[in-house]
T-cell receptor
């Protein structure tokens, strides 16, 4: 069985300060892990993915995430927030070796960025 | 290359009416999915199609039917809409790339049932 828990439903930061969005997962399979971003009234766009290679994964727009197996975590970070980062972010887990239909989405974290 | 397209973008239905949501992808992907998104619940899988000619139920299939018309197109039908089906509906597609089963999403259909 798989599950994903995004530990914060809302995060608020000031522009130029670091961003941390937390995600814990559980999986009976070796997992692939993803972060997606959804801007208002838009579809989901892939930010980055982990698929058993390097544990520190770099994505688009300066975001990165670190896979920590011992902590079953895949937290998303960015050194300096920009106003355009305000959006909803989803942590997603799927089995490494197949089964797109087994993909599980977290409930989402809404990021607010203050000027 | 349009990716995943969905029509319509918005729809308002009265209880009991029917409608079909259309989805098409031009990436030659075998697998396609329909999700619904409700506040605070992430995305939940309604139906999926692992390949042309096959469809299977996901987590929340009640009240919906699907058709995989060909490799490109995957439609979702509401036979008798209910207020509980008010939601945002996303279509997605995927194709394995090594170990990655990344999904590509359409822009969504915002459905209100009154």
């Amino acid at each position: 069985a798989q599950s994903v828990t995004q530990l914060d439903s809302h995060v608020s930061v000031s522009e130029g300060t670091p961003v941390l969005l937390r995600c814990n997962y559980s999986s009976s399979y070796s997992p692939s892990l993803f972060w997606y971003v959804q801007h208002p009234n838009k579809g989901l766009q892939l930010l980055l993915k982990y698929t058993s290679a390097a544990t520190l994964v770099k994505g688009i727009n300066g975001f990165e995430a670190e896979f920590k197996k011992s902590e079953t975590s895949f937290h998303l970070t960015k050194p300096s927030a920009h106003m355009s980062d305000a959006a909803e972010y989803f942590c997603v887990v799927t089995p490494l070796l197949g089964g797109g239909f087994k993909t599980i989405f977290g409930a989402g974290t809404r990021l607010f960025v203050k000027a | 290359n349009a990716g995943v397209t969905q029509t319509p973008k918005f729809q308002v239905l009265k209880t009991g009416q029917s409608m079909t949501l259309q989805c098409a992808q031009d990436m030659n992907h075998n697998s396609m999915y329909w999700y619904r998104q409700d506040p605070g619940m992430g995305l939940r899988l309604i139906y999926y199609s692992a390949s042309e000619g096959t469809t299977d139920k996901g987590e929340v299939p009640n009240g919906y039917n699907v058709s995989r018309l060909n490799k490109r197109e995957f439609s979702l039908r509401l036979e008798s809409a209910a207020p509980s089906q008010t939601s945002v509906y996303f279509c997605a597609s995927s194709e394995p790339q090594g170990y990655s089963y990344e999904q590509y999403f359409g822009p969504g259909t915002r459905l209100t049932v009154t």
